[in-house]
């Protein structure tokens, strides 16, 4: 199985300092695009460069991320758990059930993210986190450059894969991500208006999430059709106009946690639990 790399890079920096100090094959390919007009745009580039390598699978990272020695042969015996029918893999988003998925490290807080007790892996994705994205050249899977900007477009590849007729997957690929996005970071106008585009875009699609808002498990709001009593609920009176709720949060010790969701959700390790990085 042959494997490229690729990232958008802003921040030469932190690609230096974090990504390419990963404990990867130095011999990898590694493609990287500085400073594209949107994230569809620039990673279809690197798509078009990774198949020029002739790769089987890209993997498309932030320049934030760092991988351990040993990660590309967990990505390596998951993929080989897929079916046939599989177009894109993620390590970190939401089951189908809304409910986050897999096994991570945000590294600006101490606690994993680890939902073992709660998933089997791999796991149907209903999104991704768009910090690693991985891709199955052979199906010829490209981004739809019609969305903008530089968010949701892990919601994006997820729908696209179902609308090709394929299959997406959360797989089990610890890594750390050493984002410097702050807490105080809330959805803006833009990310509202993608939100509601991608509803447009897949008025089919089985569910559109995100990681970074809460969507209701059991019944999710759609943004491409009249809403119903109950859906008016989350929104303004206006129709269309998708608001993104603040969420509660309650401390418990030296840990907040985002009481939208429960532990077994958020999927975040007891303090108390050793983690091993290795086995996990």
């Known amino acids: 199985m042959k494997v490229s790399f690729g990232a958008l890079v802003n921040d030469m920096s932190r690609l230096n300092m974090v990504l390419k100090q990963s404990e990867l094959d130095p011999e990898l390919s590694f493609h990287i695009l500085t400073d594209p007009t949107s994230a569809t745009v620039g990673l279809n580039k690197?798509?078009?460069?990774?198949?020029?390598?002739?790769?089987?699978?890209?993997?498309?990272t932030h320049q934030?991320?760092?991988?351990?020695?040993?990660?590309l042969k967990?990505?390596?015996?998951?993929?080989?758990?897929?079916?046939?029918?599989?177009?894109?893999?993620?390590?970190?988003?939401?089951?189908?059930?809304?409910?986050?998925?897999?096994?991570?490290?945000?590294?600006?807080?101490?606690?994993?993210?680890?939902?073992?007790?709660?998933?089997?892996?791999?796991?149907?994705?209903s999104c991704f986190d768009e910090c690693c994205i991985i891709v199955n050249m052979k199906t010829g899977f490209r981004f739809d450059e019609e969305h903008i900007g530089f968010d949701l477009y892990g919601t994006?590849?997820?729908?696209?894969?179902?609308?090709?007729?394929?299959?997406?997957?959360?797989?089990?690929?610890?890594?750390e991500h050493y984002c410097m996005r702050p807490f105080t970071w809330h959805p803006d106008e833009?990310?509202?208006?993608?939100?509601?585009?991608?509803?447009?875009?897949?008025?089919?699609?089985?569910?559109?999430?995100?990681?970074?808002?809460?969507?209701?498990?059991?019944?999710?709001?759609?943004?491409?059709?009249?809403p119903k009593?109950?859906?008016?609920?989350?929104?303004?009176?206006?129709?269309?106009?998708?608001?993104?709720?603040?969420?509660?949060?309650?401390?418990?010790?030296?840990?907040?946690i985002n009481t939208l969701s429960d532990r077994g959700a958020y999927g975040f390790q007891p303090l108390n639990q050793k983690t091993d990085i290795g086995g996990f």
């Open 46 to 60: 690197l798509l078009y460069m990774i198949e020029q390598d002739g790769s089987d699978i890209a993997i498309l």
């Open 190 to 226: 833009s990310f509202e208006e993608m939100f509601k585009w991608l509803h447009g875009r897949f008025p089919y699609a089985q569910r559109i999430d995100s990681t970074v808002i809460a969507v209701d498990a059991a019944n999710p709001p759609r943004y491409d059709h009249e």
């Open 156 to 175: 994006l590849a997820v729908c696209q894969a179902w609308e090709m007729g394929g299959t997406a997957w959360i797989i089990d690929a610890f890594a």
């Open 64 to 71: 934030d991320m760092f991988y351990r020695n040993g990660w």
């Open 229 to 256: 009593e109950e859906e008016l609920l989350t929104r303004k009176p206006e129709y269309g106009e998708l608001v993104i709720k603040e969420p509660e949060y309650e401390e418990t010790g030296a840990l907040i």
């Open 74 to 125: 967990s990505v390596e015996e998951q993929i080989s758990l897929l079916p046939d029918s599989w177009i894109v893999v993620g390590i970190i988003g939401k089951d189908m059930g809304g409910n986050i998925c897999g096994k991570f490290h945000d590294m600006r807080i101490p606690p994993c993210f680890n939902t073992k007790d709660i998933h089997t892996f791999p796991q149907p994705a």
